[in-house]
């Protein structure tokens, strides 16, 4: 694990926080979660503040977060997740009952990756976790990448479409702009999610084209998940980055485990995300 970004991919057996205030709900949690996921390591914490010593010395691959916590708001744990550089990009997600009204009013802040709503039951929630921590090998979808470099392209190409995904490869941040105006025009989106590098040819960079899916085209991180590649270790630059607009970060020289375990990551959430807003 680098001091600055996660480079740890799920293993076999998924380490999951379970942070609620009630031992009830943590118990029944860690209860369907054994069994929909025998191999899993449950840890329950009944506040904030165990959960953040717990968090100090291990881990975690997973963490679920009540809203109403008795020393704290359930965001303000996430944000201290997110300020932890060894679990800056575990997936963070709330079960409360108190989820639609936060959402509705875009208070769940943007350090959540996902909800899920306790009304649907304990079951269903293990099957939620599953298909986080435990991805599918393959999923359907496509790939705007952006790379200039023909010998990275080409093997990361390999790499996807090896997993079932389309790819749609371009060298310059221009070129995926005019694919995404062109998109646009015709009413759809031009790609189910981003991969691109920071440093390219061409007057613009990765994090350009982050600006422009973010600020102009108003697409947000579930609507069009961005995966930037960097090689750039410097935490205050990749602070940068996320606050842009980043989903996640993939270090370079790419790793195909780690790639495409967040890849298919972020297209899950995305279609989630996506089936939630067309229910609604």
Same mark, same amino acid.
Do not use: C, W
């Given at each position: 694990?680098? /001091?600055?970004?996660?480079s ?5 057996a ?7 205030? !009630?031992?009830v ?5 860690a ?15 009944g506040?904030?503040? *165990?959960?953040?010593?717990?968090? *100090? ?14 020393d ?8 201290h997740?997110?300020? !932890?550089?060894s679990?800056a990009y575990?997936p ?5 009952g ?10 769940l ?5 996902? @909800? ?9 929630l ?5 298909g986080?921590?435990?991805p599918?090998? !393959?999923?359907e979808?496509?790939?705007l @990448?952006v790379?200039? !470099?023909?010998?990275?392209?080409l =093997?990361?190409?390999?790499i996807l479409?090896?997993? /079932? ?11 995926a ?9 015709e ?8 991969? %691109?590098?920071?440093s390219?040819?061409g007057e ?10 973010r600020?102009?085209?108003h @697409? ?9 590649? %960097?090689?750039?270790?410097?935490p205050?630059?990749?602070? =940068? ?10 270090e ?18 995305s279609?989630h ?8």
């Amino acid at each position: 694990m680098s /001091g600055s970004f996660s480079s740890r991919a799920v293993g076999s057996a998924p380490k999951v926080l379970v942070v609620d205030g !009630s031992k009830v709900v943590r118990q029944l949690i860690a209860r369907v979660l054994k069994a929909e996921l025998p191999d899993s390591d449950v840890v329950g914490a009944g506040s904030g503040a *165990e959960a953040k010593e717990l968090m *100090e010395g291990s881990a975690f691959d997973f963490i679920t977060i009540a809203l109403r916590l008795p020393d704290m708001d359930g965001l303000e744990l996430a944000r201290h997740v997110r300020e !932890s550089a060894s679990q800056a990009y575990v997936p963070i997600v709330v079960v409360s009952g108190d989820v639609d009204g936060r959402l509705h009013s875009r208070t769940l802040g943007e350090h959540v990756t996902d @909800y899920f709503d306790k009304s649907l039951g304990f079951q269903a929630l293990a099957e939620f976790i599953r298909g986080y921590v435990k991805p599918a090998e !393959s999923a359907e979808g496509e790939v705007l @990448y952006v790379e200039d !470099s023909r010998v990275v392209a080409l =093997a990361t190409r390999r790499i996807l479409e090896k997993h /079932g995904l389309t790819v749609r490869h371009v060298v310059s941040v221009e070129d995926a702009l005019v694919l995404l105006d062109k998109a646009k025009d015709e009413g759809k989106v031009g790609a189910d999610i981003v991969l %691109t590098d920071v440093s390219l040819k061409g007057e613009l960079t990765g994090g350009d084209l982050l600006e422009r899916i973010r600020r102009e085209y108003h @697409y947000g991180k579930g609507r069009l998940p961005v995966l930037v590649m %960097t090689g750039d270790e410097n935490p205050v630059n990749q602070a =940068a980055l996320l606050r842009a607009g980043a989903n996640d970060l993939v270090e370079k020289p790419i790793e195909e485990k780690l790639l495409m375990t967040k890849l298919l990551f972020q297209l899950r959430v995305s279609q989630h995300l996506r089936a939630h807003d067309e229910a609604a």
